[in-house]
């Protein structure tokens, strides 16, 4: 569904991304884990086209993404629910998710999908006239991706969904995303929780300062020492 050849990320003199590659497959859950600053915010960023590539390809279901408007990514079928939530907070939680369907020309079935998304986010539907920025942290994480799924997305591209959430709110999280993974939804996940990551994935990729240093089997990842050592605490 997805691949990235070689590309290169620069900010300035700064060579953040180095021939990096990797691969999502229609159905999987993938995971891209790392240190802080070891740039997979980037890397998601540059696939959806707001960040530029100094080289290389991205390829999704046969488009050359680097030749898309970012605007019209949405349109072929991805969402990207990024790091900080990034919620309209003047918004209600309603408006918000109306936001996510805003590219949508099928709209007899935008209430269905809206209806969908206040049973896998309860809490949102008790806030549904609720300004978005009077949510928590975890709330407005929820809307995040609700909003991501209420484009009827083929894949989601996720940027630290657990990030500041406690560890409750965070089990509640990655249950929605194998929810999302259930109704079919391709998944790239970023995610500084590595076992969290490790144990919902299919395969994952270890990004070390700008580079892929490992991939594969995501549970081989899990029990690997060199990512219990550096990732897990062990």
């Known amino acids: 569904m997805l691949e990235i050849k070689n590309i290169n990320v620069s900010y300035g003199a700064i060579h953040a991304i180095h021939d990096v590659s990797l691969e999502v497959n229609d159905g999987e859950i993938v995971s891209l884990i790392g240190a802080n600053g070891a740039g997979k915010t980037t890397i998601l960023r540059t696939i959806t086209g707001l960040q530029h590539a100094d080289n290389g390809d991205i390829i999704y279901n046969g488009t050359d993404l680097r030749k898309i408007d970012p605007a019209n990514i949405v349109n072929l079928g991805m969402a990207h629910v990024p790091e900080g939530r ?3 907070t003047r918004m209600t939680v309603m408006e918000n998710l109306l936001m996510g369907a805003f590219m949508r020309k099928d709209k007899e079935n935008i209430q269905k999908d809206m209806e969908r998304v206040f049973a896998s986010f309860p809490r949102l539907s008790e806030r549904a006239r609720q300004l978005a920025g009077t949510l928590s942290g975890g709330e407005q994480q929820m809307l995040a991706m609700g909003r991501a799924m209420m484009s009827n997305p083929k894949i989601i591209l996720m940027d630290e969904p657990s990030m500041g959430l406690s560890p409750i709110l965070v089990k509640e999280i990655f249950s929605i995303i194998k929810e999302c ?30 580079s892929i240093s490992m991939s594969g089997n995501a549970k081989e990842l899990l029990n690997d020492d060199r990512v219990k050592k550096a990732y897990l605490g062990a």
Do not use: C, D, P, S
């Open 86 to 88: 990034q919620v309209f």
């Open 181 to 210: 993974h259930e109704m079919g939804i391709t998944i790239l996940l970023v995610e500084q929780n590595a076992k969290m990551a490790l144990n919902i994935a299919n395969r994952a990729y270890v990004l070390e300062n700008g």
